[in-house]
């Protein structure tokens, strides 16, 4: 049967993107982001994952905020990437897994969890930016991914709460598929930043750290969070970070930290990314 074997949390920062796709990655500025991300890139190389589920908010490239859904489950064969207004990234288009996908939309909604199914989507760096950090350039990527896109931009967002729930019943889909996979689950954005307002460029590294040892060892104590909280303290864009208890709920009580890393600034937030297995 497929498994889950590990989940990778990490930030999505469009700027990073732009430092890849530039060739910048050796600039100062860059260099210690793009070399922090060298475990977890061996990690990923040596564990070879049949499939990751990646789960990012999409930034108005395929909802504008007339149609806004909780949670939309990518099941197409591909996922082309989209233009955010500077054409889009010059990355492989991204492969699906169209089949467990909708195993997944199966058992989730009948686990009684809503999805939106999105049977063609483009993706933004949300979602492209991770790869790359975690696959670096290839001429394809070496692996096929499920989009699982979360609303943390127009409020009503789901809670924390909900989010881990969903990686539940997201590791109990994967676990009834009849295949031997091996499955990766992604979740991205953050870490602590705000981009407008009068707190614009807040970056919150006490929190952040903070944030990261309960993700590890007290995940109770961030799914009971509520929004208010992690706006407070990790910015009004800081509320991405609750994708990460998607990743997190799906792994299981008992985990295994086996990679951190941390930086300020990158553009004008901070990165974080962090590596799990089950116990």
């Known amino acids: 049967m497929a498994r889950i074997t590990a989940g990778i ?36 190389a040596e564990q070879k994952p049949d499939v990751v589920i990646l789960v990012y908010n999409d930034h108005a490239s395929a909802f504008s905020l007339d149609v806004v859904p909780t949670f939309a489950l990518g099941c197409a064969d591909s996922f082309a990437p989209a233009d955010e207004g500077w054409g889009p990234r010059r990355v492989p288009m991204v492969q699906g897994h169209s089949k467990l996908a909708w195993h997944i939309a199966t058992s989730v909604v009948l686990d009684e969890f809503d999805l939106t199914i999105m049977n063609e989507m483009n993706v933004d760096h949300g979602l492209t930016v ?4 975690m696959l670096g350039q290839p001429a394809e990527w070496p692996v096929k991914v499920i989009p699982l896109a979360v609303n943390v931009i127009q409020y009503p967002t789901p809670t924390a709460n909900r989010c881990f729930r969903l990686g539940e019943a997201i590791a109990r889909a994967v676990k009834s598929f009849p295949e031997d996979l091996n499955v990766q689950i992604w979740g991205t954005g953050g870490m602590s930043h705000q981009l407008s307002g009068e707190r614009a460029g807040l970056i919150n590294r006490e929190w952040d750290t903070k944030f990261l040892d309960r993700l590890t060892s007290d995940p109770d104590a961030l799914r009971t969070m509520s929004h208010e909280e992690y706006v407070r303290e990790a910015g009004s864009e800081g509320m991405e970070l609750i ?14 930290e086996l990679h951190r890393f941390y930086h300020v600034p990158a553009s004008n937030t901070a990165v974080g990314n962090v590596v799990f297995t089950p116990a």
């Open 9 to 44: 949390g990490s930030s999505h920062v469009p700027a990073i993107g732009a430092a890849l796709d530039g060739g910048r990655t050796a600039h100062p500025d860059w260099a210690p982001i793009f070399a922090g991300y060298e475990w977890s890139r061996r990690f990923v």
């Open 130 to 133: 991770p790869m790359s950090l």
């Open 243 to 256: 994708m990460w208890l998607t990743m997190r709920g799906a792994l299981g009580p008992r985990i295994r």
